[in-house]
């Protein structure tokens, strides 16, 4: 379940002490508690009640059940003091500017493809926000649906934001480069060399392809457990905020379903993807090699499986 989700959308949990659900608090998903060790963050989860708390009283809410699904954070419900339901999310800290970003891009989109950001405090990383209802993945829409949803969406997050000191998509690309590389070599090479150049060389192409003038904000992790129902419509939750090229939005698209990818035609869907949102397939398909090599190594990584094991299996599929 990702932040912002509720239950229902009109679900409202009863008020609760936070005292009574410290349980809840430090139960952290497991692909969270490794993501934190691995941050070097155990001294963060320690002190996750005490965080909370301190929040509690600082921005007069009630903090309740913990979800269960997230990756990146800690993530419960809230309820403010005049009883609006809320969601209050912890990032692991770590370094980088991870929370910085996610708030820049809920400020650019202003709750209209995201949730309505509610409080943020960057040092702490928490972050109030508003809360929405069951993801299209609860919601188990068929993939042809989902496309068309998760496309609509991330159409209305992008937008010039030539002054908002994101990281760009050439950056995103070196790094990404980066990690696969080093990533690859200390897992024991789960994937072939032959396709770790492919996603290199792809990352490559995609970098050098950068454009700040024609860049637009984009969400940066466009999928199906990060795409929740609202009062209307859809939105987006968890952006890692980029300056890029649309096209990267996309290229998660691709990376994700990838059962699906290999028993079809898989650049059918770049082709898809492109003419329903006016963009190039051959960078779409690029962003998307890139993603599922550096995600299915992650989630090896991380032990998240038979994800990691799916997408690399795909990678080795599509390698050209």
């Not at 229902?8 to 002490?17: I, N, V």
């Not at 692909?31 to 934190?36: E, F, L, P, S, Y």
């Not at 919601?139 to 042809?144: G, K, T």
Request: proline share 5%.
């Amino acid at each position: 379940m990702s932040a912002c989700q509720s239950p229902g959308l009109a679900a409202t949990p009863e008020p609760c002490d936070v005292r009574a659900t410290l349980a809840y608090v430090v139960n952290l998903p497991d692909v969270v508690r490794n993501k934190a060790r691995l941050a070097g963050a155990s001294a963060w989860v320690d002190g996750l009640d005490d965080l909370v708390g301190d929040l509690e009283r600082e921005w007069s809410i009630m903090v309740g059940r913990t979800y269960g699904g997230g990756t990146e954070a800690f993530v419960a419900e809230a309820l403010l003091d005049d009883g609006t339901p809320a969601v209050l999310k912890l990032l692991i800290p770590r370094e980088g500017d991870d929370a910085q970003r996610e708030i820049t891009t809920l400020a650019l989109v202003n709750g209209e493809a995201c949730p309505k950001l509610l409080r943020a405090d960057v040092a702490r990383a928490a972050m109030l926000l508003e809360r929405l209802g069951p993801s299209l993945s609860d919601l188990h829409a068929p993939l042809p649906e989902r496309h068309e949803i998760l496309c609509d969406v991330a159409q209305r997050v992008w937008r010039p934001a030539p002054d908002c000191a994101l990281p760009t998509g050439s950056t995103k690309a070196r790094w990404l480069s980066e990690f696969i590389a080093t990533t690859w070599e200390a897992l024991d090479r789960p994937c072939s060399e032959r396709t770790l150049q492919y996603a290199l060389d792809c990352a490559e192409r995609r970098a050098a392809a950068h454009n700040h003038e024609t860049a637009v904000l984009v969400h940066g992790d466009v999928h199906q457990w990060n795409c929740l129902r609202a009062e209307v419509g859809y939105k987006l939750v968890d952006p890692d905020g980029l300056l890029a090229e649309a096209e990267y939005d996309l290229g998660i698209l691709m990376r994700e379903d990838s059962v699906e990818l290999v028993e079809g035609n898989a650049r059918d869907r770049a082709q898809w993807l492109a003419r329903r949102c006016n963009l190039d397939a051959t960078a779409i398909w690029e962003w998307g090699v890139v993603e599922r090599v550096s995600t299915g190594l992650l989630c090896t990584q991380i032990d998240l499986q038979p994800v990691g094991r799916e997408m690399l299996a795909a990678a080795e599929h599509v390698c050209e």
